[in-house]
């Protein structure tokens, strides 16, 4: 146990505490002697309403990513919701995975000669009114605060205790501090001779995904003749091929040159529109449009995988005959 201002025993005689009672948040209520629940985190505000009552793990990870979700946009600009649904499913069972695997390890991990690791915390998303006092009168109920590194809009607390400070994190993970929900992860010591964690981005990584997105493409559909049949091409959204281009996937803007060379090559492009996660590439013609899709589908570009899209507007496919060969199919990537 620790003595409730334990973490302000070294501050100065003459620092000007506010009394817990006017500026000090109460203890959360989830941890009171009646072990009354914690009510339900608020959703981020960035994601859609539909999603509103998901996990919320799953939707803090798609909240910090944008990109995500800017995938999942239709040419209209309203979303994917079944592909979104169903995208945080997975996010949600790859996070219980996580955190199963989490709470079989110990509160703390173990560096070279034992050193013991994980004691400090990163903490963020407190209100804007919130003081260095206020995070260590706080945390200091659970463990005891040797120091709060101040970086207004995050912090970290450090502690030499990893069990209190698991207790700590366990306790106050979304507690809402002067008007926001707290963040708090593991802000783990590194010594000079360990390795830092691998990015899920790694080239490496980014060669296997793409790798994926590639083989997972079927042949574009042809004339009897072997020229292509654009008018039985749809993607993975259902929208029949049209000379306009959506392209995300990319992890930092890219700029119109970058894109025209890159398109260029496979189709006859009249503009480019750079919308910041994603852009619009208009073309001539739906039989390029269909050709770049095809051949760009997955490619590594801009730190990310690329995916690509038909947008509404734009010229439709040029049909041979006039029922055309046979029904649309999904076919050409996506």
């Known amino acids: ?55 919320p793990t799953a939707l803090t990870i798609l909240s910090s990513d944008p990109s995500l979700m800017e995938a999942f946009r239709d040419p209209s600009g309203g979303y994917n919701e079944a592909g979104l649904l169903a995208l945080v499913a997975t996010l949600s069972s790859t996070s219980s995975s996580i955190q ?132 039985r091409v749809t993607d993975d959204k259902g929208n029949p091929a049209r000379g306009n281009l959506w392209v995300g996937g990319f992890r930092s803007t890219p700029t119109e040159p970058e894109l025209r060379t890159l398109f260029g090559p496979h189709c006859s492009i009249r503009d480019v529109r750079i919308k910041g996660q994603y852009a619009f590439i208009n073309t001539d013609d739906a039989e390029g449009a269909v050709r770049a899709r095809f051949n760009l589908q997955g490619d590594v570009f801009k730190g990310g995988v690329l995916k690509i899209n038909f947008a509404s507007g734009g010229p439709p496919p040029k049909q041979r005959y006039p029922q055309g060969p046979g029904p649309q199919q999904n076919m050409g990537g996506g």
């Open 1 to 55: 146990p620790h003595r409730p201002l334990m973490a302000f025993d070294a501050l100065p005689t003459n620092t000007s505490i506010p009394p817990p009672s006017m500026s000090v948040p109460p203890l959360p209520p989830h941890i009171n002697p009646n072990n009354a629940p914690a009510p339900a985190p608020a959703p981020p505000s960035n994601v859609p309403s539909f999603l509103h009552g998901c996990d």
């Open 100 to 231: 199963t695997q989490k709470t079989q390890q110990p509160l703390f991990k173990s560096g070279p000669q034992g050193q013991v690791l994980a004691t400090n915390l990163h903490v963020s998303n407190y209100g804007p009114s919130t003081t260095r006092d206020q995070i260590q009168y706080l945390f200091g109920q659970y463990v005891t605060v040797k120091s709060v590194i101040w970086k207004e809009v995050f912090c970290f607390v450090n502690t030499d205790d990893a069990d209190g400070a698991a207790r700590a994190r366990a306790a106050l993970q979304g507690y809402n501090l002067n008007g926001s929900q707290l963040r708090i992860n593991d802000a783990i010591k590194r010594e000079a001779n360990m390795a830092l964690p691998t990015d899920i981005e790694t080239p490496e990584n980014l060669a296997r995904m793409s790798a994926r997105v590639k083989e997972s493409q079927t042949p574009l559909p042809t004339y009897p003749d072997g020229t292509l049949d654009a008018t």
